[in-house]
Each structure stands twice: as structure tokens, then as C-alpha cells.
């Protein structure tokens, strides 16, 4: 995304956003989608995309803090707009287990058919697949046959909205096991893994934006630009009412600065950076989190790796995450924010994006339009334009990979 945006120089830098449809799931398996805790974002079905919008907060996406950069200060997607938005648990198990030995056995476990070789590709099976053959639930069909197409359905909920990867049409077997039980299966922090996952599309390598948990989220946050932010979109009565009261059940774990874990991604819940979204007056971050090799790590020759043994320096933070809760005071105003906090945001974040020629005045580039498009001679007025401020290149790769900062 970010060689699109910022590379490739293409007139039009609008995104591509990939919309996928979810059909409506058959009263047979709502019980288990419940059980699960996939029922509510199973009922996210439909939703208009702004790839404008998007393209506009991917270009003011930051890699190092995992916020979005704007004139003002920053803000990002929260385990709070996870939960009230698609419902997923926050207050649960780790999603993390094996990513190796699955093969047919557990399709046919699982599953109860096995894909062929065409539609295999080491550990991770075709969507498309996975549509066809669990296309309709028959009207005879038995407990088996009634959790073989619950399970499928989920995995279509994580491949295509919750968790798409860089294929666009394949996921990991990976989920499967984790669906065995569905009692089981809802005891896991589905909404943790989710936001974990959706921070890795900061990654250049994604030049086409999954429509789901992110445009969703991002959209709720403006109003008609950026200077009228809706810190707070959840607080009113209308919203709340058409939110499930079991949703709230979490809510001290939504200001958690703690890690977030998906079998081998481990990112940071920077709260304390966006404390504006929680109703706190926001101050200087104090944590700067560094977590190194950790954040580069992927199933490329790795798919052997005990990631619970791996990440287990991460795990004891993620379950520990009850004591890791802001407690700050509470906002004066709309726009609370120490003048301190200000000062040091202005001074180290990226205020402009626009390219030098952008940054411009427009009336010295009056005669670059082309012949057709000037209807009168084109006067070229001698004005000097003021030096663009000085901006940093993005530093994707600047993370510093052996040194792991100090996290309270």
C-alpha cells in the first residue's frame, strides 16, 4: 500500500477496496454460531466502503505505532470498536495453536470431505472450495452435517471479513482445530486475534485493502473532516440501545495496554497513546513499545514453531491484561489535551504528506495544464512559494529488531 501511495506517483491514488459478501447463515447452525461467538458478526453483512476515505487514513497510517497520524494527534482501531462494532470476545484465551500437520485428517475430521490437491496449497485451502461445497445445507441434514457446515461457515467469516491474507482466496488450517469444540471455541479472545490481524496490512505488501473490519471501523470515526473527529461515537443512547448488553461485559478490557496475540503475530494495544478515545485527557505516552523480532515473524519456514513456547514473554501480558487498564482522568472538554502533549506531537509526527509539487502555489503551475484544458492564454505569476516544511520518509523497516524497550 504504501508503494502505491507513495511511490508510484499514479494520478488517481485511491485504493482498492475487495468486498465479499456473507450470505445469511441457516437457522440450524445459529445455535453453534452462538456458542462459538461468531453470531454477531455473523449478522454483518452488508456495508458501503469509501475507498477515498480509506486511502486518505492508509496515507496518515503509521507502521511504528500501529495510529493514524492527523493534523491534531493520533488515534486507531481499539478492542473497544471491535466489540461494539462485530461483537467478538475480548475477555478470553489467546488464539494461538498448532500450524503444522494439517492435512487431510483434519478436513475429514472436521470437515467431513477432503479438498483435492488442486484446491490444497500446503497448509491453507481454497475460499472458493470452501463455497461450493458448503453452499446449501440440506434439509435432512444431520448433527454432523449441521456442525461440518457451522465450522465452514465460520472459517468463511475469518477468511474473507475477520482475517483475509495477502492470496485473497485461500485461508490456513490453522482455524480449524480451534473449531473442534464450540463450547471451547468461545472461550477464546476472538476480538484480540482480529485486531491483531488487522494491523498487519500496514505491510507495503498489500496493495488491495480487505473491506472488512477495517473500513468498517475508520468509517464510524468522521464526521465531514478531520477537524470535526468524533472522539466518542459509542456514547449515544441510540447506539448503545443496539448494542447486546453481554458486549459490555468487557468493557474494562478495552483500555488494556497489553499485547495482542494470533498464533504467530504479536502486536501492542497502544492505548496510551489515543487515551482521547476512552474519554481520558490525553498526555504525553510515557511506554514506548518495542517488541523487535517479534513483530516480524510469519509462517515462512516456520510452520514447526511451538509459537506458545515462542511468544510466551507475550502470553503473560496478554493474561495479565486485567491489571493493565488506563485509569487517567476523565476528559474537561471535547478537545482535552495537555499543551505538553501537543508541543511534542507537533513536533515529532508528520504533518504534511503531500508531495513538494502539491505543496506548491497553485498559480506557478498554472502552465502544466494541458493545451485543451487552457481556454485563455496562461499567465505565469512570479511568486516565489514558501520552502515546504521539512518532512521524514517513512521508515517501514526502521524498527529497531534486537532492542526490546523496557514495558511496565
Given at each position: ?146 456442525e461440518y457446515y457451522a465450522r465452514a461457515y465460520i472459517l468463511r467469516l475469518i477468511g474473507c471479513v475477520l482475517m483475509p491474507d495477502m492470496s485473497q482466496n485461500r485461508f490456513h488450517l490453522k ?234
Amino acid at each position: 500500500m504504501a508503494k502505491h501511495v507513495y511511490v508510484d506517483n499514479l494520478p488517481d491514488r485511491v485504493l482498492r477496496c475487495r468486498h465479499v459478501s456473507i450470505v445469511e447463515p441457516p437457522p440450524e447452525i445459529v445455535s453453534l454460531l452462538r456458542e462459538a461467538e461468531f453470531y454477531h458478526e455473523a449478522q454483518i453483512r452488508n456495508f458501503r466502503i469509501d475507498a477515498t476515505l480509506v486511502s486518505t487514513l492508509v496515507e496518515r497510517w503509521r507502521t511504528e505505532t500501529h495510529t493514524f497520524h492527523l493534523t491534531c494527534c493520533e488515534t486507531t482501531i481499539t478492542l473497544e470498536d471491535v466489540a461494539l462494532l462485530l461483537g467478538l470476545p475480548i475477555n478470553g484465551h489467546e488464539v494461538i495453536g498448532q500450524t503444522s500437520g494439517l492435512g487431510s485428517a483434519v478436513c475429514a475430521e472436521l470437515l467431513g470431505v477432503v479438498p483435492s490437491v488442486e484446491q490444497r496449497k500446503g497448509q491453507s485451502i481454497t475460499l472458493t472450495w470452501l463455497e461450493e461445497t458448503f453452499g446449501m445445507l440440506p434439509y435432512d441434514a444431520s448433527q454432523h452435517q449441521i456442525e461440518y457446515y457451522a465450522r465452514a461457515y465460520i472459517l468463511r467469516l475469518i477468511g474473507c471479513v475477520l482475517m483475509p491474507d495477502m492470496s485473497q482466496n485461500r485461508f490456513h488450517l490453522k482455524w480449524l482445530p480451534l473449531l473442534r469444540d464450540f463450547t471451547e471455541a468461545g472461550r477464546y479472545s476472538w476480538g484480540a486475534a482480529c485486531l491483531d490481524f488487522k494491523y498487519i496490512p500496514s505491510n507495503p505488501c498489500y496493495r488491495n485493502l480487505s473491506s472488512g473490519l477495517k473500513v468498517l471501523i475508520i468509517v464510524d470515526y468522521l464526521a465531514n473532516n478531520f477537524e470535526q473527529f468524533i472522539w466518542r461515537p459509542y456514547d449515544s443512547n441510540k447506539i448503545i440501545a443496539q448494542v447486546p448488553h453481554d458486549i459490555f461485559a468487557d468493557r474494562p478490557l478495552w483500555t488494556a495496554f497489553t499485547s495482542l496475540i494470533c498464533f504467530e503475530v504479536v502486536e501492542w494495544h497502544q492505548t496510551d497513546r489515543v487515551t482521547k478515545q476512552f474519554g481520558f485527557a490525553q498526555g504525553v505516552p510515557l511506554n514506548l513499545v518495542c517488541i523487535g523480532l517479534t513483530h516480524d515473524h510469519d509462517l515462512r519456514g516456520r510452520i514447526d514453531t511451538d509459537w506458545a513456547l515462542m511468544h510466551k514473554r507475550w502470553i503473560g501480558y496478554w493474561r495479565d491484561r486485567a491489571s493493565r487498564c488506563l485509569s487517567l482522568h476523565i476528559l474537561a472538554g471535547n478537545n482535552a489535551m495537555s499543551v505538553e502533549y501537543y508541543d511534542w506531537y507537533t513536533t515529532n509526527t508528520i504533518l504534511f504528506l503531500s508531495t513538494d509539487q502539491d505543496l506548491l502555489d497553485p498559480r506557478t503551475r498554472a502552465n502544466t495544464l494541458p493545451a485543451p484544458l487552457r481556454a485563455f492564454p496562461t499567465v505565469v505569476v512570479d511568486v516565489s512559494p514558501p520552502s515546504p516544511p521539512a518532512r521524514r520518509r517513512r521508515q517501514h523497516n526502521s524498527r529497531a529488531k534486537n532492542d526490546e524497550a523496557h514495558i511496565p
